[in-house]
């Protein structure tokens, strides 16, 4: 069965500092995952995603993710956190084997950037 | 672009009435979902369809829900009756289904309150 598990319900990091926020997934078929933001009475925001190529990934708002198929793993980072940042996150693998219409999602991070 | 429109961004109804939620997707997706977002489960998704079609509703917590896409931009997810239990922030998203590269884009959602 497909899942998505993040480890940390919240993140605390201090301004201009580097932010990673964790994510795992599980999947039968190739992994198809995705990083979205949630800002307070928003929807979920898109990112970033990653379908096939490069480990890295480069999003939205200076955000990056590194696949590590070993590990099965898509952390979500950024070099210097801003107070902006703070938001809920999400991290979702899409379904293969649902023809792509299925997203899982993780329960979310909070990231708390304090000046 | 107007994004995903959804209507109303708040509701409050009393117990045992009838509550119409609404949606207008991007136009072009062919693909909509409704989810259910609370404290306590994180984000449900609850139904989805594909070409004005129900794919799968299984996420419909019970027969008091009820979802309809009469054309390709209009959706509602009705719950009659209400009960305090159903209180959730309710958002829709549509993508175009062309396989694993299509995000999902949210609407900024419904807060339900049933008292």
């Known amino acids: 069965a497909q899942s998505v598990a993040q480890p940390e319900d919240q993140v605390n990091v201090a301004e201009g500092n580097p932010l990673t926020v964790k994510c795992t997934y599980s999947v039968s078929g190739n992994p198809y995952l995705f990083w979205y933001v949630q800002y307070p009475n928003r929807g979920l925001q898109f990112l970033l995603k990653?379908?096939?190529?490069?480990?890295l990934v480069k999003g939205s708002y200076g955000f990056e993710a590194e696949f590590n198929k070993s590990q099965t793993s898509f952390h979500l980072k950024k070099p210097s956190a801003l107070v902006s940042d703070s938001a809920l996150y999400f991290c979702?693998?899409?379904?293969?084997?649902?023809?792509?219409?299925?997203?899982?999602f993780g329960s979310g991070t909070k990231l708390n950037v304090k000046p | 672009d107007a994004g995903v429109i959804q209507s109303p961004r708040h509701e409050v109804t009393e117990m045992g009435q009838e509550v119409t939620l609404r949606c207008k997707p991007i136009?072009?997706?062919?693909?909509l979902f409704w989810y259910r977002q609370t404290m306590m489960r994180g984000l449900e998704l609850l139904i989805y369809?594909?070409?004005?079609?129900?794919?799968?509703d299984s996420g419909m917590p019970e027969d008091r829900f009820s979802a309809k896409m009469p054309n390709a931009s209009f959706s509602t997810l009705k719950i009659q009756p209400s009960e305090p239990r159903d209180s959730a922030v309710y958002f829709c998203?549509?993508?175009?289904?062309?396989?694993?590269?299509?995000?999902?884009?949210f609407g900024n959602g419904t807060r339900l309150t049933v008292t």
């Open positions: 998203a549509s993508s175009l289904d062309r396989g694993p590269n299509s995000p999902l884009h």
């Open positions: 990653y379908i096939t190529g490069d480990n």
């Open positions: 979702a693998v899409r379904d293969e084997e649902n023809n792509f219409n299925k997203f899982y």
């Open positions: 369809f594909n070409n004005n079609v129900p794919i799968d």
């Open positions: 136009s072009g997706h062919n693909s």
